[in-house]
């Protein structure tokens, strides 16, 4: 299982822009579904995009919410996959976490769910406010 650490995160005020990274070692991260989720104190943990494995066609998925303004990719020559996060807004504060597995899960019509995915990182806090 690959060793994921996030970053990027920060303190932005509405209407800014993020880039978090997720970085892996020990495995290549195009052969794993990669989501990035996010949880609020008090909240559930929910999904904001995910990417399927490169040999099932790199499929995004991204919930209503942040649709239009997250972006994930996958950097193959670094084993990174970014989260750009434009438009920000005060109900996107969190703790942004990205998890890893080697199945197939994010499909376009099927937003995984969190307890799917094998490995995560320890996050990184995204804070938005004036």
């Known amino acids: 299982q690959p060793q994921l650490v996030e970053s990027g995160g920060g303190l932005v005020q509405p209407g800014g822009s993020l880039r978090l990274s997720c970085r892996a070692s020990g495995s290549t991260l195009n052969d794993y579904a990669i989501g990035w989720f996010r949880q609020a104190p008090g909240k559930e943990r929910e999904g904001v995009s995910c990417?399927?494995?490169?040999?099932?066609?790199?499929?995004?998925n991204y919930p209503g919410s942040v649709r239009g303004r997250f972006a994930i990719s996958r950097d193959n020559v670094n084993n990174t996959v970014w989260l750009q996060m434009n438009t920000l807004k005060p109900e996107d504060t969190a703790v942004y976490y990205c998890?890893?597995?080697?199945?197939?899960?994010?499909?376009?019509?099927?937003?995984?769910?969190?307890?799917?995915?094998?490995?995560w990182g320890q996050g990184t806090q995204v804070t938005v406010s004036s």
């Open positions: 998890a890893a597995d080697r199945r197939p899960l994010c499909w376009a019509s099927i937003f995984p769910n969190y307890w799917d995915f094998g490995s």
């Open positions: 990417i399927s494995p490169a040999n099932h066609g790199d499929v995004t």
